[in-house]
């Protein structure tokens, strides 16, 4: 028997069997055929394997095997340089990897040999363009769409360079041309959907996101893009699965995650939010915008030194996002480092001069320090910069009346009723009836309208029996449920009514207003504030309370409370952090304290000190009229800044105040020791800057020492 070897493939079937392999991406096998002609072991001479050297190449490629590809392409070149496939691929593989002058020789030289090549010339435009050569790139693409006025990549690539260069009808045109040419060019639609959106268009630039995706559903860029339409948008629901199918598409999309936690953030997921944001930044430590939506999540969260280092190093990468320098000297404000904020402030403004958040924040600390003209100015200036800051009108409202100048600041005190966020301007459109501006009342019926709190009731009620004496016929006043029976009685008052009930029988009324809109209307100024509201105590239940208060000792009685509403935003400075910082005034001898205290502090009423026998009566008050039962036989009440103080300075009795130092409210207006809402009743004891409580309460004690006399 003869043996014969079997005859090796010949190159030309090699090369159509591994074209076939390439083609249908099985590139591994592709290269495993090519390997005898091109490997390390191979005879063949290169001048002859050009075609069985670029095909390998890409193979690499498709392998990822990025070096290979570039060594194979680059012999293919020596041993052909005519070879117009090795030029195109080995400039595609730079240009990929981001070696864009190299891509751009390449693309040159392959166009010297293949003039007509508009691929070619359309390629070289996007490398120009990735390297800011915007004209060179502009004079390429419009060269290949003199050449080929249907190349739809190149009216995409140009619309893309006339959308950077804020050339935007330009691009809107040119996209819209690769359209025309091309009708399923996802890219093109996405193009044109961020276009939109920039034109503020959204619904049409959604729209064009959808046709991207009805194309290519799995386009992580345009679920991405309309995810953020959606959220601004307040779909957040929808804005969530969009992102989170870009991410399943390509789980390490960067901006995907980070807009995953901004539509978390809105979504008040906040946890989820910071751990989205804390994910983008292990794939991009350098993403600038996810360190500042970082320090957002974590401002929120208030874990605020975290967040200030977050802040910085947003301010380090990105020194002109001034929202950063604003959120830092926010996070200062609150760790107490307030001379800090102010710095960080100032060098905001020095990089946007308009910024009219920070200049708000600089006037709410410049009032902070006593600074009360150069903090008007700055409110001012936040103004300027943007007439319809909200927060900024109110402030200034409230900085001029607690600066005495009540003309302009009650009628700047009516912007709340513009602002969304505030209780006051759902209320226009629930009454159905005018607002009373100041109109002759004679023979008219009025619906005083509570929207703020019991304390501000309790100070502007005294306008009811102002308002009766200008001859209104009739005065209901709505009010929530602890100060109907007191107001049953009030001068002036008519009827008290529940909001539900009013709100029903609004339309019966001639007018409508809010009590604190009536010193705006009726013109109040320092000098004619009326007399406060005349609070008289029930009889019977003086008589129910005097037998509680009879099992005291004999001695002045002091009425003590500590803390206000813990829902009110400035409650962490405004009340005392507990019973025990009145502790001074216990080493009063023969004094006697009741605590009125209701809500927090009452189960430390219930179990004060050993050494302070306390009458806690205040878990047993149902409403203000049995409080002002109780006020009335004490000899004095200490109390924060709450209701209580208001309802005891309108029976009369000597009042003492506790005022914080931070955020104080506008009614005390500034430096006095007497409120003129309530001569010869009312004394306020201030905490001075960096004061702790202890020392303000000292100075009580020593004052109580001197009344009574001990």
Request: hydrophobic letters at 45%; aromatic letters at 8%.
């Amino acid at each position: 028997m003869i043996i014969t070897t079997p005859l090796a493939p010949a190159p030309d079937d090699i090369l159509r069997e591994a074209n076939a392999h390439c083609e249908a991406r099985r590139f591994a096998q592709a290269l495993a055929l090519l390997e005898p002609l091109v490997g390390e072991g191979a005879t063949t001479d290169d001048t002859t394997l050009a075609p069985a050297l670029n095909l390998a190449a890409l193979s690499a490629t498709g392998m990822g095997d990025v070096a290979r590809a570039e060594t194979l392409w680059q012999r293919c070149l020596a041993a052909k340089p005519d070879f117009a496939e090795a030029y195109r691929g080995l400039a595609g593989l730079y240009a990929t990897l981001g070696a864009l002058a190299p891509a751009q020789a390449l693309y040159e030289r392959l166009l010297n040999l293949t003039p007509a090549d508009i691929d070619a010339r359309s390629n070289l435009g996007v490398v120009l363009q990735r390297q800011e050569r915007h004209a060179e790139a502009e004079a390429a693409f419009c060269a290949v769409l003199a050449q080929c006025p249907s190349h739809a990549d190149a009216h995409y690539n140009l619309g893309l360079l006339l959308h950077r260069q804020g050339r935007l009808t330009e691009a809107e045109s040119a996209l819209r041309a690769a359209i025309a040419a091309n009708a399923r060019h996802a890219k093109a639609y996405n193009g044109l959907g961020t276009l939109l959106r920039d034109l503020g268009r959204g619904d049409d630039a959604a729209e064009a996101f959808r046709q991207a995706l009805l194309i290519q559903p799995q386009y992580p860029e345009a679920l991405n893009h309309l995810a953020m339409l959606l959220k601004a948008s307040g779909r957040l629901a929808e804005a969530e699965l969009a992102v989170r199918l870009a991410l399943q598409i390509r789980p390490n999309f960067v901006d995907a995650l980070n807009n995953l936690g901004c539509v978390l953030t809105d979504l008040k997921r906040v946890p989820e939010a910071q751990a989205a944001f804390r994910e983008t930044l292990a794939l991009a430590p350098d993403h600038a915008e996810a360190h500042y939506n970082l320090g957002v999540a974590l401002h929120t969260l208030e874990r605020l030194p975290e967040a200030e280092a977050a802040y910085r190093e947003t301010m380090r990468r990105l020194p002109g996002r001034v929202e950063a320098w604003n959120n830092l000297a926010c996070v200062l404000m609150a760790l107490g480092r307030r001379g800090e904020a102010l710095d960080v402030l100032h060098e905001a403004l020095a990089v946007r001069p308009d910024f009219a958040e920070a200049h708000f924040n600089v006037a709410s600390l410049l009032k902070e320090y006593g600074r009360l003209d150069e903090a008007e100015a700055a409110y001012r200036r936040a103004l300027d910069a943007n007439p319809d800051y909200g927060d900024a009108k109110f402030r200034l409202a409230t900085l001029l009346i607690s600066m005495g100048r009540f003309e302009e600041g009650f009628a700047r005190y009516e912007c709340r009723y513009t602002m969304p966020g505030f209780v006051h301007h759902a209320t226009q459109g629930l009454l159905q009836c005018p607002v009373w501006q100041g109109e002759p009342l004679a023979g008219k019926s009025l619906l005083l309208w509570q929207e703020d709190g019991l304390g501000d009731m309790l100070q502007f009620g005294r306008y009811a029996r102002v308002l009766k004496a200008q001859g209104a016929a009739h005065i209901a006043f709505a009010c929530q449920a602890p100060l109907r029976r007191l107001f049953s009685g009030a001068d002036g008052i008519d009827a008290v009514l529940g909001h539900e009930a009013a709100a029903t029988a609004a339309a019966q009324f001639d007018y409508w207003v809010s009590p604190i809109s009536v010193p705006h209307r009726l013109g109040t100024t320092l000098d004619t504030i009326p007399a406060p509201l005349v609070v008289t105590p029930e009889p019977a239940l003086v008589e129910h309370w005097r037998a509680r208060l009879a099992t005291l000792e004999p001695g002045p009685r002091i009425g003590i409370v500590w803390k206000g509403n813990a829902k009110h935003f400035n409650d962490a400075h405004r009340s005392l952090p507990t019973l025990a910082a009145l502790a001074p005034l216990w080493n009063l001898p023969g004094v006697r304290f009741v605590s009125l205290q209701k809500g927090q502090g009452e189960d430390e009423a219930r179990n004060p000190p050993a050494s302070l026998p306390l009458l806690h009566l205040g878990s047993d008050v149902r409403d203000f009229v049995d409080t002002a039962a109780i006020v009335a036989q004490l000899d004095l009440m200490v109390c924060v800044d709450t209701s209580t103080a208001h309802l005891a300075a309108s029976l009369g009795k000597p009042c003492w105040v506790l005022l914080p130092h931070y955020d104080l409210d506008w009614r005390w207006m500034h430096e006095r020791e007497d409120s003129p809402w309530y001569p010869g009743t009312m004394r306020l004891f201030r905490q001075r800057v960096d004061e702790a409580w202890p020392a303000v309460v000292e100075r009580v004690r020593v004052a109580c020492a001197e009344r009574f006399g001990i």
